[in-house]
């Protein structure tokens, strides 16, 4: 049922996306400051993106071999430049490229699912650091913030369908983030 209602979903968009697209279009040829139109093209990509991962839900992703670092400061430059300043964001890494087998759609969710949250938690102000470290046998992705913390007793069911804190929401964005980087990535994830 959720596979679904995700594939309908998608389908769904995927028309207005067309328009927006032939808009810009029209906008380009109207002497509108390129920025602009850029941005707009930016966001537009966002919405293919998102698209494409609904698309994918309840099919077996298929992964491929990815810079890891470029994957990930793809999402984290949208991500930047889309909330406020008094988010201040920062970005290290050991290497330039490390190279494995992801799937970048559903790794881009991720990193969204990880950043976004980490604003909620800081109620849209404070320090966000992603940190990229390559040990050999793991590529670690560490995503903090200067919230207040996530209590103990919290720690395993914050992955859980349906835990959420916000007045808002399904409580499924982090349960999925477990999902993408456990069954779909034979990875770990964990509260530090």
Known sequence: LWA?????????????LSSLIGWVEILKTENIDETTTSEIEK??????TITDRFSKIGSKPILEKSNIIEETLRTYNYLQSRFSKQVEFSFESSNSAIYTMLNPTLHSWTIENLIKNAIDAMKGKGKIAVKIEDDALFVKINVSDTGNG????QFKTIFEPGFTTKKRGWGLGLSLTKRIVKEYHKGNIKVL
Request: zero cysteines.
């Open 43 to 48: 966001d537009i990509d966002r919405l293919q």
């Open 150 to 153: 996530i209590p103990k007793n």
């Open 4 to 16: 679904g209602m995700a594939k309908e979903t998608a389908h769904q968009i995927g028309t207005p």
